[in-house]
């Protein structure tokens, strides 16, 4: 006897869902995502307002295909939520010792006099993200968590200070809020 696992992830309402060849379209009020998934044991359809994953037809159920399964139904979830409602992540610009300035220009962000160095720091961030500088808070959003995630870790990452110690060099940029949580 074969055991059957299905995961199913109703659609909200507002939020129109299409699936290609393992690749699932999600349209919302503020924009629209698309992600592959590439596992060739799942299929994803949808019917009735409802997003399904299964298992292929022939295909023997195995504990990998569940935990598959359920971190595809959490990252459709995710773009349900970042179509309709978007996400955001903030950071703090803490600078003790050195002022730093700190603006976007184009598609990147751009950290000048850092701890007093001369060259200045260049982040660049993803498309689809969009920046914000506003007095000592950098404010990243988007409607892909992953990317608005990635985006504020890059520009943590930027200002990381090795080789000294963090009680004196307390300067950099600091993540206050990561995209999902509340305010």
Do not use: W
């Amino acid at each position: 006897m074969k055991k059957i696992y299905v995961a199913q992830l109703s659609i909200p309402q507002g939020v129109e869902v299409k699936v290609e060849n393992n690749t699932i379209f999600v349209k919302g009020t503020k924009g629209s995502l698309e992600r592959t998934f590439l596992n060739p044991r799942i299929v994803m359809v949808v019917e009735n307002g409802v997003v399904i994953f299964k298992n292929k037809n022939g295909v023997r159920f195995s504990n990998s295909d569940k935990m598959f399964m359920n971190t595809y139904k959490a990252h459709v979830r995710n773009m349900f939520i970042g179509v309709q409602e978007g996400y955001k992540a903030k950071l703090k610009i803490c600078s003790g010792y050195f002022p730093m300035t700190v603006t976007v220009e184009g598609n990147s962000l751009v950290i000048k006099n850092f701890l007093g160095e001369k060259v200045p720091r260049k982040t660049s961030f993803v498309d689809g993200v969009s920046v914000k500088v506003q007095g000592d808070l950098i404010l990243v959003d988007g409607l892909d968590k992953e990317k608005v995630g990635q985006t504020a870790a890059k520009i943590e990452q930027n200002t990381r200070i090795t080789n000294r110690d963090r009680r004196i060099f307390q300067d950099g940029c600091f993540i206050i809020l990561k995209p999902g949580d509340e305010e």
